[in-house]
């Protein structure tokens, strides 16, 4: 059985974004219901040396976005990343799931071959085909991202589980 590229990274951004804005959504509830400042869980982070919740959820959506835009051909659409409420990060979840929405799965035909070239940072430059470029490089990038929100929510008490991060209703 061959998998498809579409098939392999459309509908699990789509899926694993879906649970994102439903842990944000149970956290902005539990910061209510508890009386924490939404600051607090927003700016929340596991280590010093890490980004905060907020920057985690923009990657994430970053990484879904890029990703199914180079797989599909097309321009990465470009985000400020000036998120600073729950209310701005659900926004952005939302932007991104009618992004990658709007992207057909004939898009990525042809894209397993595609060179797709990254360059997290000067002078670092990586190659990858369009396969590798999805398993080795944007799908553990953008679980790397949502796991650490998770993380995050459930260190600081937010009551959430597996079925939560991963979308089950």
Do not use: W
């Amino acid at each position: 059985m061959t998998v498809s590229l579409y098939t392999a990274s459309v509908p699990v951004f789509d899926q694993m974004l879906g649970s994102l804005g439903d842990l944000l959504g149970k956290s902005q509830a539990h910061a209510a219901e508890k009386k924490i400042e939404p600051a607090a869980l927003l700016q929340a982070r596991l280590f010093p040396d890490m980004f905060a919740l907020t920057r985690q959820v923009q990657i994430a959506c970053d990484f879904a976005r890029g990703v199914s835009a180079r797989l599909a051909g097309v321009d990465v659409p470009k985000t400020e990343d000036k998120e600073t409420s729950f209310e701005e990060l659900q926004a952005l979840i939302a932007q991104t799931r009618a992004f990658i929405g709007s992207l057909a799965p004939a898009q990525f035909e042809g894209g397993e071959a595609r060179e797709i070239v990254t360059r997290p940072g000067t002078p670092k430059e990586k190659r990858f085909t369009g396969s590798a470029y999805l398993l080795t490089y944007g799908l553990p990038q953008f679980f790397f991202h949502v796991t650490t929100a998770y993380a995050l929510l459930r260190h600081n008490g937010v009551e959430i589980g597996k079925k939560d991060y991963m979308g089950l209703k």
